[in-house]
């Protein structure tokens, strides 16, 4: 009853045509599996997304801080130059960094996940496919001359099958979550687990190392409303030694901030083979496809390079949308500077239509004292009291050892070339080290799949 | 700088002080959170997951026949699905304009992804309400008093009311063929513990199922091959307070199934769920899986499919009519049997999911458990389907559990004043023994309680509560005035018998005047609309009747189509008032009751139904023994008066059931 999903379908291709298009599965569609997806469409290589969360494609699973630590905004270029312009134009668009900074921006998770697979959906041989997956295995081919294939379950029986594999899975192998006195199976919150891939993987003779990170809590955004000049906010101030260190800064848009700094010319990347130059429509539905075409000629901004499926503001007539800001404008954000010239984020808007704040976690400062102290007073006053719209938590799971071929980006090679490991469940340890890795197995991909056809 | 971090740990044991709090995000949990944060409660929306409020996990789309009328009633209390629906549609229509205004229901598409962020917005945004990331684990009860909510994390929730909205999710499992994995939806985590307290409590839980269809990608459909469906041209919105605006459109599409298949789902039907026993909990017989509906209809030779957009930032699209649990592999064969879907690739696997329900005979029309005061419960966890189901009951109970923290008399809505009214009157009546789905041919009153007169028959109710503004309620006036006054000049105006007047009659099938007659009477007419009668009259008067707005000239046109009719259900009700509204005293002793039947003891002290209209509805109650209670009762009120008093349900005759005025 094996449902082979493979893929004709026309497109520029870096491979040259054989028997069959080359189809690559991505598993999980978080940071990293959207970079490498977008990276295989965009050389020809069909690609299925398999992901128990089409809801949260995209979305970067722990906080909104994308820290770029000592690289500063180099890192952030090279990585973001680095990704197929569909998705690098939805990264510059839903991302905004404290005016003055250079260590680190905010991601509005939901918009950049709402904008990346509506980005995505338009790639020609890019699919997703909702099914939360419970193992992966190598089949003979029925073929003598062909290479074997990868089969990937699914939990409601599904056996999908392609040329490659490629395990983005986040923290979710083996993966639990421990938030206050409670543990939650499963890589992100509030997911449904799924402990048969790693026990194929073991089965595959992968090895793993234990990983974490930590995530911090989320408040009500009246909480940094109220940032300065409340009773509660200026005793939690003095309780935190009012520290000067401690500042509320306004937000520009990194696309300012990159453009500003290192020139427009940087992101005019047209002809890029990442980029490609696809059509995004859809043949066989005129109305649709037209409306499709005039909302892109409206949403195209300048300056935005070659505009393929540039993520869109919702064109005229259409219903308003909250989460949808083009040239994202967050409201303003607290951080500590440090004692070199850089900030460190203290509390960060989660989005634009969430209405949360996210305090960096570890608890210190503000942000902890805020919600920590909250209770404390509130039964005396009978008022205002703080809780935590979502607690601090850590996740924890195992991560694929790797061959580190590079120090910043790992990225891994499991099953001669059936398996790949990209993202958190390869070794990297924050969001531009997975997308990062995500694009670099992409392309490792294409050109395996490439060595492999011309030796045959 | 900053001191040594508090360990995490140190959240646990931690308690926090709520007037009410609700669990669960949907569309039940919005609207109770939302009501009870208006009216002035501090409240605490506790959710699995922040990043899921206001999911629409099955069908993209708001109301529709007999739903569209639960939502216009939400809106018109001051609820939020409404205008929530407004800011989200991507399309939007007004069915059965054909047919009589009973049935007559708006129904939107809604871009998902929108309807999410707007509600979760205006959760963020109203004041004196708290979201709460958190698995509910147990409830606290002491002396039959709910008394806290404790989280899975060790927080504490102390409160004196609680709203139960956990939809699909305790100790839920999804389900596909004989393959199934613990899941409240595809992906997420079920409720795992809350269960266990409930039944700790004294609650009973029951077991049942509900499933949703296939979602392919859009590009791969072929629109040739099947029926192009717009919306409305005309602005239209859900809510009252909002001036409809014109709106960009996307199309949806109709298609049906064919022998073919049915052929595929009859050779595979062994493997169906159903089938195969994998799901032990009973499905909704009205919005039946594919499957279902063969076992069912196997003389139907087609069955209708709609495919419509899930959103417009998605290829996604829904296949309304296609809803099925069979394997996966059966699924792509069902799609691609399909006219216009042969090509189509498949998206998301239709699936089933399973979970506990809380029995709502355990209710009382205030939607409290009998057994637990200040414990309320809401939507899907009551054996209901749908969001509009979903959002009335969740709107009720968070103004019942409001006003129980006040200790004020709950508001219980009559079966002629609205569907919220049918709807929980048949849940905590009858009970269900499947996923309950509102119909008008639920409600005996349907002429009555139509979606054009919602906000005249509730809103002033809504404004009493402190749910509808100052500015609101001059909108429903307004309207009011404005038809009274049009009423009255249709009253004035003549249509003078004459050439013109007498072949356009003739030319709708209706006989020539043989007089002048009032514009009014004309419009009884049924051939007869409002735009007809323009043509009919002088055009001094068509300049002053013509400018009307049009929600009134709906009202005007119905109004006086169905005097006739309305005017008999007014004096129905009237007559039946009398015994529906009599209150049977708290804790009736019913085994006391000389002649009644054992089953009719049973039931009733079991129902407990608050008056002798309730009583008179539930099953194996019968007519003689509804007599021995009024016998009873009658005897009993003449020695002490009337019972208790209850909010909005036995208090002043809201229009249009002022019959007693007549």
């Known amino acids: 009853m094996s449902k082979v999903l493979r893929h004709g379908g026309a497109g520029a291709s870096e491979v040259p045509p054989t028997g069959h298009r080359p189809a690559a599965l991505v598993i999980g569609g978080g940071v990293s599996g959207c970079a490498c997806a977008t990276g295989l469409a965009a050389r020809g290589i069909s690609v299925t997304v398999v992901s128990s969360a089409l809801d949260a494609i995209g979305l970067p699973g722990f906080g909104p801080d994308v820290i770029a630590g000592a690289g500063g905004w180099e890192r952030v270029r090279e990585t973001l130059r680095s990704l197929p312009v569909a998705l690098r134009e939805v990264w510059l668009d839903s991302s905004a960094a404290p005016a ?19 980005a995505l959906e338009c790639l020609p041989g890019l699919r997703f496919r909702q099914g939360l997956v419970v193992g992966v295995r190598m089949v003979a081919s029925s073929s003598s001359e062909e290479r074997p294939r990868v089969v990937v379950d699914t939990a409601f029986g599904e056996e999908i099958e392609g040329d490659v594999a490629v395990i983005a899975v986040g923290l979710s192998l083996g993966g639990h979550v421990v938030v206050g006195g409670d543990v939650l199976p499963g890589g992100r919150y509030g997911e449904a687990p799924s402990d048969g891939l790693r026990a194929s993987l073991e089965d595959l003779g992968f090895e793993f190392d234990e990983a974490s990170v930590e995530v911090g809590p989320r408040l009500a955004r009246a909480c940094l409303e109220a940032h300065s ?76 390079g070659v505009g393929v499926c540039p993520p869109l503001g919702w064109g005229e007539g259409w219903p308003e949308a909250p989460h ?133 | 700088m900053s001191r040594t971090a508090i360990p995490l740990t140190k959240a646990k044991d931690r308690s926090w002080n709520y007037d009410v709090v609700v669990v669960g995000g949907g569309h039940a949990g919005c609207e109770a959170a939302l009501a009870a944060a208006r009216m002035g409660c501090r409240t605490a929306l506790v959710t699995l997951h922040l990043d899921n409020i206001a999911l629409m996990p099955c069908n993209p789309a708001v109301g529709g026949v007999g739903k569209g009328q639960l939502t216009r009633e939400v809106d018109a209390l001051g609820g939020e699905q409404g205008r929530n629906a407004d800011r989200a549609f991507i399309q939007i ?88 994995y613990a899941a409240g939806r595809v992906g997420e985590l079920p409720a795992r513990q809350l269960s266990a307290s409930l039944l700790a409590a004294g609650l009973e839980l029951g077991r049942f199922q509900s499933a949703t269809p296939p979602r392919i990608d859009g590009r791969t459909i072929d629109p040739d091959r099947m029926v192009i469906q717009h919306g409305d041209q ?104 399909t006219p216009g879907l042969e090509r189509a690739r498949l998206v998301r696997p239709g699936y089933a999911v399973e979970y506990d329900y809380l029995p709502p005979q355990q ?87 139509r979606h054009d007169n919602a906000s005249d028959r509730l809103s002033h109710l809504g404004y009493e509560l402190g749910l509808i503004s100052d500015e609101q309620m001059s909108v429903v006036d307004t309207k009011r005035q404005k038809l009274a006054e049009y009423a009255e000049l249709l009253d004035a105006v003549q249509v003078r018998s004459g050439e013109t007047t007498d072949q356009l009659l003739e030319s709708l099938g209706t006989p020539p005047l043989e007089e002048s007659q009032s514009a009014a009477k004309v419009l009884r007419r049924p051939q007869v609309s409002f ?11 068509r300049e002053q009747i013509a400018v009307a707005p049009r929600d009134v000239i709906e009202q005007l046109e119905i109004e006086a189509r169905y005097n006739g009719y309305v005017r008999r259900q007014m004096a129905e009700i009237k007559r039946h008032r009398a015994t529906e509204t009599l209150t049977i005293p708290e804790g009736f002793d019913y085994k006391a009751l000389e002649g009644l039947t054992y089953e009719a003891k049973d039931k009733l002290s079991r129902i407990q139904p608050t008056t002798v209209g309730q009583a008179s509805r539930v099953p194996g109650v019968s007519p003689a023994d509804i007599s021995v209670l009024l016998i009873y009762l009658y005897r009993a009120a003449g020695r002490q008066g009337r019972g208790r008093p209850c909010k909005g349900g036995q208090g002043a005759s809201p229009y249009p059931i002022t019959v007693d005025d007549e």
């Not at chain 1, 909302?295 to 300048?302: I, K, P």
């Not at chain 2, 606290?140 to 504490?156: H, K, N, Q």
């Not at chain 2, 509009?388 to 969740?394: D, L, V």
């Open chain 2, 93 to 180: 229509k007004m069915l059965n304009t054909s047919k009589g205004p009973a049935v007559r229901a708006l129904r939107v598409q809604a871009d998902k992804r929108l309807y999410e962020d707007w509600m979760k917005v205006v959760l963020s945004r109203t004041p004196n309400l708290d979201l709460v990331q958190g698995e509910a684990a147990s409830i606290d009860v002491s002396r039959e008093t709910l008394r806290s909510l404790r989280l899975a994390d060790g927080r504490r929730l102390d409160c004196r009311a609680l709203v139960l909205a956990t939809g699909t999710f305790l100790r839920a499992k999804v389900v596909v063929g004989e393959k199934s």
């Open chain 1, 229 to 304: 000049g409340s009773d509660r906010t200026i005793a939690a101030e003095r309780a935190v030694g009012n520290s000067p260190t401690e500042e509320m800064v306004g937000t520009v848009s990194l696309r300012d901030v990159l453009v500003g700094r290192y020139g427009s010319s940087v992101w005019e990347l047209t002809g890029s083979p990442e980029g490609g130059s696809t059509s995004c429509w859809d043949e066989t539905r005129p109305e649709r496809q037209d409306a499709t075409r005039l909302d892109r000629q409206n949403a195209t901004r300048e300056g935005t």
């Open chain 1, 100 to 118: 003055g900074g250079d260590r680190f921006f905010v991601v509005d998770r939901r918009m950049l996940s709402v904008e990346t697979k509506r």
């Open chain 2, 234 to 337: 005309i602005p239209l919105s859900f809510s009252h307070w909002q001036t409809p605006s014109p709106r960009r459109q996307v199309p949806c599409y109709l298609t049906h199934t064919t022998p073919d298949t049915h052929e595929v789902v009859s050779k595979y039907l062994h493997l169906s769920p159903i089938k195969s026993g994998s799901v032990s909990g009973k499905g909704p017989r009205y919005c039946p899986s594919i499957d279902r509906k063969l076992i069912n209809f196997p003389e139907k030779q087609r069955h209708p499919v709609f495919v419509e957009p899930e959103g417009v930032t998605t290829q996604e699209v829904y296949l309304q009519g296609l809803t099925t649990s069979l394997p996966v592999f059966v699924q792509e064969m069902i799609i691609r049997a």
């Open chain 2, 531 to 541: 735009a007809h009668l323009l043509a009919m009259v002088s055009p001094a008067d």
């Open chain 1, 324 to 456: 949808l800001s083009p040239g994202l404008r967050l409201e303003q954000m607290v951080v500590r500077r440090g004692h070199g010239d850089g900030y460190s984020p203290l509390l960060s808007p989660d989005g634009l239509a969430t209405g949360e704040v996210y305090a960096t976690p570890g608890g210190s400062g503000i942000a902890g004292e805020l919600w920590r102290s909250a209770p404390l007073t509130a039964d005396k006053d009978g008022g205002a009291q703080t809780i935590a719209s979502r607690l601090e938590h850590r996740v924890r799971g195992l991560v694929v050892k790797t061959v580190t071929d590079d120090g910043a980006v790992r990225t891994s090679q499991v099953g001669a070339g059936f398996l790949w490991v990209a993202g958190r469940a390869g070794g990297a340890s924050d969001y531009l080290e997975s997308l990062a890795s995500g694009t670099r197995v992409a392309a490792d991909i294409a050109r395996s799949l490439r060595r492999e056809i011309s030796s045959r």
């Open chain 2, 363 to 449: 209710l009382t029309l205030a939607l409290q458990a009998r057994n637990v005061h200040g414990l309320f419960s809401a939507g899907q966890i009551n054996g209901t389907s749908g969001y509009e189901e979903a959002a009335a009951q969740g709107l009720m109970a968070g103004i019942n559990a409001a006003l129980y923290t006040r200790d004020e008399a709950p508001f219980i809505l009559r079966r002629d004043q609205a569907y919220i009214g049918v709807l929980i009157d048949d849940l905590v009546t009858k009970g269900v023994d499947e996923p309950y789905r509102m119909f008008t041919s639920r409600a005996e009153y349907r002429l009555l309680l």
